[in-house]
């Protein structure tokens, strides 16, 4: 047991070895298990995605820097570039954009809409501040500017501020405010989300296109995948279950993660039996190490031997969870931080 916890513990302090003490790829040996049913094609401008598929060779096509364009219903359309997704929907008279992207990606968005139609993007939501999802509003505003219209930019209340606290230009036209729920764009609904507790950030939303059945929620768990790192960026785990609720609770066909594959109802319950299982590790992995075994004075202080038990403790959950979960995209690059943050976070209940 002690040669599995310190191979485990070089995985999780190191990232070097895995338990086993082999180097780790991150790839599994025959490729990564999809983390529900589903069937893989290749992406099409043209035909909807059937709920239940998934993009095919979805990281290769990232790597090598294609723009993925997917329509998913008749007037509406999910966009990647560089593990980033934004979604549009082609109205009569002009499109509706749910985040401009940035980093260059906001120009592959723009191509992938003037692929599917000639209509201007007229009306642009953005998720919320953080500015790699809604910082490329430039080249959509002088499209509008090119076609003589006045772009609506509308964001919640919260969002708006968040671009002011930040220093950043607020482009937003449109607020949402606390006692309202939804929007129009023509004929279509789209209904605000919010979270009592948001984890990702102070002014995390859902966005739901009524409609359309598409539920787009930024950086809280990214289809076929692990969530990222810390949950996807999240400020803290506290928060985090209860917003996978809230997400749960809503009616769709289709939901975007912001990053990771198109997903549905069937990914957010994969993600939330995940955290009962890594609650559950974490509380299980209390008995693996004795804190006492690690005060030795070649330590040289009392906060390098709580670090190498917290180091063993986690590395010891890590090992739990890897049957049922080891094979999935960003198991061991993302679930020891997760380790972490959870018993960082039950500790204080």
Do not use: C
């Amino acid at each position: 047991m002690k040669s599995l916890f310190l191979a485990a513990f070089l995985a999780v302090g190191t990232g070097l070895a895995s338990a086993e003490g082999r180097p780790i790829t991150y790839m599994p040996e025959g490729g990564y298990a999809p983390t529900v049913d589903t069937v893989y094609v290749a992406p099409s401008a043209e035909t909807p995605l059937e709920p239940g598929q998934k993009i095919a060779d979805l990281t290769t096509r990232n790597f090598a820097g294609e723009t993925v364009l997917q329509r998913l219903t008749e007037r509406a359309y999910w966009v990647q570039k560089t593990f980033y997704n934004a979604l549009f929907v082609v109205g009569e008279s002009g499109v509706l954009l749910i985040d401009t992207l940035n980093f260059g990606n906001q120009h592959a968005v723009l191509a992938a809409i003037r692929s599917v139609t000639d209509k201007p993007v007229s009306t642009v939501i953005l998720s919320h501040h953080h500015q790699d999802h809604v910082g490329g509003l430039a080249p959509f505003a002088a499209s509008a500017r090119e076609a003589g219209i006045a772009l609506r930019v509308i964001a919640s209340a919260e969002t708006a501020a968040g671009l002011t606290r930040a220093g950043l230009d607020n482009p937003v036209t449109e607020v949402v405010v606390a006692d309202q729920d939804s929007v129009r764009f023509e004929d279509q609904t789209i209904r605000l989300i919010r979270f009592e507790t948001p984890a990702h950030t102070y002014d995390s939303t859902a966005w739901l296109l009524v409609e359309q059945g598409i539920l787009h929620a930024p950086d809280l768990t990214n289809p076929d995948q692990m969530a990222y790192r810390n949950f996807g960026g999240s400020e803290q785990y506290d928060g985090y279950p209860e917003n996978l609720a809230v997400l749960a609770a809503q009616k769709f066909t289709y939901f975007s993660g912001g990053h990771g594959n198109v997903g549905g109802p069937e990914d957010i319950a994969f993600m939330r039996r995940y955290l009962v299982d890594l609650e559950d590790a974490v509380k299980a992995s209390a008995g693996a190490a004795k804190f006492a075994d690690f005060l030795k004075p070649e330590y040289g202080n009392h906060q390098a031997s709580a670090t190498a038990y917290h180091n063993a403790l986690n590395a010891a959950a890590l090992e739990m969870l890897r049957p049922k979960y080891g094979d999935f995209y960003g198991f061991d690059a993302s679930v020891p931080i997760q380790i972490r943050m959870v018993r960082d976070a039950l500790a204080h209940r």
